[in-house]
């Protein structure tokens, strides 16, 4: 990467290209110019030409982009494995909703197992579904996502994961919990993303109506 200090809103869009780039690689594409990328992802070309400048002189005039190395490239940059196991713990509605989803194709890896205080009563996962009392025993080596849906104990477990090497969560839990320095955390808020939504929603109302 260049010095230059990279946007919020570019960095943002990198996974969408990488994303890109990888099916387009799974179709047998290896090179692709500028404009085509856009079509792909409905960014503008400009817009797409001065996103990869942050990552130096990546194409030629009338070649285009070797999509390999851009796969490369943006891998690094964001640090993204194709390979990155991820475990899901509470298969409830939304958890099981998330395995059946299990699609991350093309940007990450995939959830390989599940945990469940029940795990009995989960009927056909797509993934083994554990006992969360067999965490210890059944984490994927090298394991270092969670995705988090659960509703009670979400302290006791968020513990229970760092202490067995987990080092991101993905957290859909409504309860407060804190961890230790360097465990990140995404928390996904759908109330209150509703609650933005609709306040913005009512307030492009108000001023049209001016």
Known sequence: MTDKKVPKA????YPVYLKALRKLRADGCEKIMSRELADCVSIEATTIRRDFSFLGSLGKQGYGYNVEELIGIFSN????????????????????????YNNWNHIVGEIVCAF?????????????VYGLNELKERMPEGCRIAILC????????VDLLVDNG???????AM???SVPQG????????????????????????????
């Open 183 to 210: 465990i990140y955390v995404k928390h996904v808020d759908i109330v209150s993303s509703i609650q933005e939504l609709v306040f913005e929603t009512n307030t492009l109302n108000e001023t049209e109506g001016v």
């Open 10 to 13: 570019t960095l943002q869009r």
């Open 77 to 100: 940059t964001l640090g993204v494995n194709f390979d990155e196991k991820i475990i899901l713990v509470g298969a409830g509605n939304l958890g099981r909703a998330l395995l059946n």
């Open 150 to 157: 659960i509703s009670k104990d979400v302290q006791e477990t």
């Open 116 to 128: 469940d205080l029940c795990p009995e009563n989960v009927k056909g996962a797509s993934v083994p």
């Open 175 to 177: 309860e407060h919990f």
């Open 166 to 172: 987990i080092r991101g969560i993905v957290s859909f």
